[in-house]
Every structure is written in structure tokens, then in C-alpha cells.
């Protein structure tokens, strides 16, 4: 949720590469994993949702562990720089 404000709007590598890493992730899991997924967007507030009405299966896990370590790697190389925070991963399992 929300934008990295790591560089101007157009250049910011972070938004961009969170973006893209969500994004396919979330295609990925309905087109290989076959799985029904509802989301809720908005970009101009940098915002996305996914629910999973049903149980997921196995390859949906991977697919989101996967996200999950990419989105960590991010933080770890990008999220803070000079004492001032980019953004944070916050991961909430309901």
C-alpha cells in the first residue's frame, strides 16, 4: 500500500519493481495455478488487495512465498536508505 518515493513519479525503481513483482505474481496465480482471486486496486494511492475466497492449493503457496521473498529482498536492499524509510513489507494472514 502506498508509493516508495524512492525516485520521481515514473522513475521510482522500487514502486516499479514491487509493481511488477505483485503484479505477475497475481497473474501468475490465476493463469498457472488456476486459482480464483479477488482483487481491489487503486494506483494513483499505490494500493492493491488480493482475497482467496477458497482454500488455495500448493502451487498458489509457492507462488506467493515466492512474491513474499522477492518483496523481503527489496526491503532489505531498498527500504530504508540514509535513516529515512521507503517503505515496509507488512504481511497479514487472515
Sequence with gaps: MGHA?????GKD???????VLVINTLNS???LAKEHIVT???EKEGYIECHFPDDINDKTKLLMDSMVMG???IEQNYGT???KKFF???????
Aim: with cysteine; aromatic share 4%; charged share 35%.
Design 40 to 42: 481491489e486496486s487503486n
Design 88 to 94: 515496509e513489507l507488512i504481511i497479514k494472514e487472515v
Design 5 to 9: 518515493g524512492f525516485g520521481c513519479s
Design 29 to 31: 496465480i490465476e493463469e
Design 13 to 19: 525503481i522500487v514502486c516499479a519493481s514491487i509493481s
Design 71 to 73: 518483496l523481503k529482498e
Design 81 to 83: 536508505r540514509k535513516k
